[in-house]
C-alpha cells in the first residue's frame, strides 16, 4: 500500500521542510487538497502551493479538488505540476469529459466520492479512472474521525475492480491512523492517505511503515 502524507497538515512556514520529513519518513506520493469554500465549507490551497510542492519534491503530486467546476482548472494544475488530478464525482456535470480532459492534460485521473456517495455510481466510467479516492471523513477539514462504513465501500469497490478488470487505484482520504493498516490493506486499498496521523508523530516514519506493513502495524 502507498502512503501519501496530505500537505493540508503541513506548517506553511517551513513547507519544504516538511516536505522533505515526509520524504525521508518513505511517503510514496504528496497529497494536496485544494478546497474553495464552496463545494466544502473551508478554503485551503491553490496553485501557488502546487507550484511550490513542485519545486520541493519528485514525489508524485496527488492533488485533489473539492471545489465546484473543477474542469476550469484543469490545464493550470497540470502546468502547475500535479501528476494526479482528483475531481468530485458529486461537483461534476460531466464526469466522462473531464476525465479524458486530465488525461489528455498528461495527469491521472481521479475521482473522489463523499461519504454518502456509493460506489456503483461510477460504473459507467471506470474506463476512464486511475484512481478512486474513497472519502472516509465529510471532506473540508483535517483531524476528523474515521467513518467506519468506509470499508464496506472498499470492499464493494474491489470486487467492482477484480469482476470487470479494471487497474484503477483505489485511495482512502480521511481520518487514517497507523493502527488501520492491516485492514486497509487486506480490505484492498492501494494507497492511503494520511495527514494528523504522520505529521503529528515524534517518528513519521514508524507510522509509515506501520500503514505499509512494513515493520508491522501499531
Known amino acids: 500500500m502507498l502512503v501519501a502524507p496530505s500537505l493540508l497538515s503541513a506548517d506553511l512556514g517551513h513547507f519544504d521542510r ?9 511517503a510514496d506520493w504528496m ?106 471523513v465529510n471532506p473540508g477539514f483535517g483531524g476528523q474521525s474515521f467513518i467506519s462504513s468506509t470499508m464496506i465501500k472498499v470492499q464493494a469497490l474491489n470486487q467492482m475492480k477484480q469482476h470487470e478488470g479494471h487497474s484503477f487505484l483505489i485511495e482512502v482520504d480521511g481520518g487514517v491512523r497507523s493502527g488501520q493498516g492491516e485492514a486497509l490493506r487486506s480490505a484492498g486499498v492501494d494507497v492511503a492517505v494520511a495527514g494528523h496521523a504522520i505529521f503529528s508523530a515524534e517518528d513519521p516514519r514508524a507510522v ?8 508491522g502495524d501499531s
Open 18 to 26: 516538511d516536505i522533505r520529513r515526509m520524504e525521508t519518513a518513505g
Open 31 to 136: 497529497h494536496i487538497d485544494v478546497m474553495d469554500g464552496q463545494f466544502v465549507p473551508n478554503i485551503s490551497f491553490g496553485l501557488p502551493i502546487v507550484k511550490a510542492a513542485r519545486s520541493s519534491t519528485k514525489l508524485p503530486l496527488d492533488v485533489h479538488l473539492m471545489m465546484v467546476q473543477p474542469e476550469r482548472y484543469i490545464e493550470a494544475f497540470a502546468e502547475a505540476g500535479a501528476d494526479i488530478l482528483t475531481i468530485h464525482y458529486e461537483a461534476s456535470l460531466h464526469l466522462h469529459r473531464s476525465l479524458f480532459a486530465i488525461r489528455q492534460a498528461g495527469m491521472k485521473a481521479g475521482v473522489a466520492l463523499n461519504p454518502h456517495t456509493p460506489v456503483s455510481l461510477l460504473s459507467d466510467v471506470l474506463d476512464c479512472i486511475d484512481l478512486v479516492c474513497l472519502m472516509s
Open 208 to 215: 509509515v511503515l506501520a500503514l505499509k506493513g512494513t515493520n
